[in-house]
């Protein structure tokens, strides 16, 4: 069976969970601030007879078995939490890696486990207005919890046992490397933010040229797979930037497949974790079109992209 996202939680659940912090550039939404974080602890929802019902067998961090008398018919959201966690609190507007092992609440069969491997899971941000904020609210990384969903209009009742594994920053942390002569060079702000300089007197290539800044260890993107990244774009006419999720607010997520061709090249075959530089002739870019009303058209453009996160294209978590 082919999964829903986020295996089969309810569809206003999972919409809410999935596209927390991951919309376009033009409008994704700034990271939460002031009390917008301190509510991070008041959203998270409170247990009741049907969470607390559930006894789950397994480490925290590690694949769960849970078992509830069945049908379980929880009425709300209703959330038990079974460890508290030792590592750091978790804030507001934060970038979250969690993992979970799901169960159909009528007749407790396990509908999925996903998230403990690379590649399964985006990344999410927290926030209160989420269901992945009222979930684990301002707890501490290593944090399980058991959560019960109510049936809805569009899915059954959903038992599910979570996770919460890591933070994840919102620049590139691999290890340095050093770029070829000739490229770009490029500076970071204290908050990862690129600065691209381009070569003077320097004729732009005619082929598209990939660099890695930094390489991750993480996961391998492949063709198709989601992919959570920062990015800043400018022309090598003149450097100016024409396009920046940095200004913008915040990390976007799309399939590679979403992009211009020279941009898919500089994200398939890289590491979570990495940063790359890439220059983009015309005929690979936007040759022939507009970008966010910059018209492009007959320029090089170059990106440093930073791959915060990727979910494979064959996830069972994957979009239908």
Known sequence: MRLRPFAALSAVAMAALLLAGCGSADNAAPAPTGSAAADLCSAAAKPGEASDSVKVDGAAGTPSTATFSTP???KDLQVTVLDEGDGPAVKAGEFVSYAMTAYNATDGKELATIGYEPGQFLPSQLSPDTVLGQVFGCGNVGKRV????PASETAQAEVYVLDLLGTV?????????DAPAGFPTV???DDGAPKITIPQGEEPPTETEVATLKKGDGYTVQKGDYALIQYTGVRWSNG?????????????AYPTTNYVQGFQKALEGQTVGSQVLVVIPPAEGYGEGEINEADLKGET???VVDILGAQSATSGAATE
Not at 240 to 252: A, K, L, M, R, V
């Open 240 to 252: 100016e930037t024409f396009d920046s999720t940095w200004e913008n607010g915040s990390p976007i």
């Open 301 to 303: 453009i170059v990106f």
């Open 187 to 189: 500076t970071l702000a």
């Open 169 to 177: 920053p919102t620049a590139a942390w691999g290890e340095q490397q």
């Open 146 to 149: 058991v959560a019960t969903f």
């Open 72 to 74: 379980l018919e929880p």
